[in-house]
């Protein structure tokens, strides 16, 4: 069966520092991955998606940028983060066929300070 | 353009039905979803509804259909304190975006508390 494990849970993090999450999904091949942004008291924010490794689209000009170095990893930047940029960011896979199931991680609270 | 409107708070009594109402804007949606959300972890995906259909059942989950109105429903029976959590509304555009991908568009989400 297909998983999907994103790290780390929470973060606290400097304005000003690098930012660097991951997400991998296990028992899949080509999957489309997903990183959404859930503010408080907001709906998810669609960020990226990539459909193949090395290719990324996004969907909101942002100071965050994302990365497929491998077929099952999923990783998201800064260079540098701003307090805008505290969230809750959750990695999503597509499940098969036409209804775009979308299959989410456990998601990481950061915190920028 | 493209928006998902939930009611944000909802407060039932154990065992009895709640619902969770959802409005969406793109009559050509093609599914609308209910994810889940408990504290602290990511979204789970409860059911969905294809557009041409009006009433999905599953176990003691209904969802309601209008497209019509655009409105959606979500019916949770005998309602437990397991099913605290914020619940999500989605839907999926029929237009696509850039690299094939037809967007998911997700509400607010509205979070239910079930009390004693």
């Known amino acids: 069966s297909q998983t999907i494990h994103q790290w780390p849970a929470t973060l606290v993090q400097p304005v000003g520092s690098p930012l660097s999450l991951e997400c991998t999904v296990e028992?899949?091949?080509?999957?489309?991955l997903y990183w959404y942004r859930q503010a408080a008291g907001r709906g998810l924010q669609l960020l990226f998606y990539?459909?193949?490794?090395?290719?990324i689209s996004s969907e909101v000009p942002q100071n965050l940028s994302a990365s497929r170095p491998q077929d099952r990893q999923f990783i998201l930047s800064s260079k540098k983060l701003l307090l805008s940029d505290s969230g809750f960011y959750l990695c999503?896979?597509?499940?098969?066929?036409?209804?775009?199931?979308?299959?989410f991680g456990s998601g990481t609270q950061l915190s920028v300070l | 353009g493209e928006d998902v409107e939930q009611s944000l708070f909802l407060s039932v009594r154990e065992g009895d039905s709640s619902v969770i109402n959802c409005t969406y804007t793109?009559?050509?949606?093609?599914?609308l979803y209910w994810y889940k959300q408990e504290p602290g972890a990511g979204l789970q995906l409860l059911t969905y509804?294809?557009?041409?259909?009006d009433m999905k059942q599953d176990q003691r989950l209904t969802v309601l259909l209008n497209k019509k109105d655009k409105h959606l429903s979500l019916r949770i029976a005998d309602t437990q304190t397991g099913d605290s959590a914020i619940y999500f509304c989605?839907?999926?555009?029929?237009?696509?975006?850039?690299?094939?991908?037809?967007?998911?568009?997700f509400g607010a989400g509205t979070r239910l508390a079930v009390h004693p």
């Open positions: 509804i294809f557009s041409n259909m």
């Open positions: 028992g899949t091949s080509n999957p489309n």
């Open positions: 989605a839907e999926k555009l029929r237009r696509m975006i850039s690299g094939g991908y037809n967007k998911l568009i």
């Open positions: 990539s459909v193949g490794i090395g290719q």
């Open positions: 793109d009559s050509s949606s093609t599914y």
């Open positions: 999503a896979w597509r499940g098969d066929g036409g209804n775009e199931k979308l299959f």
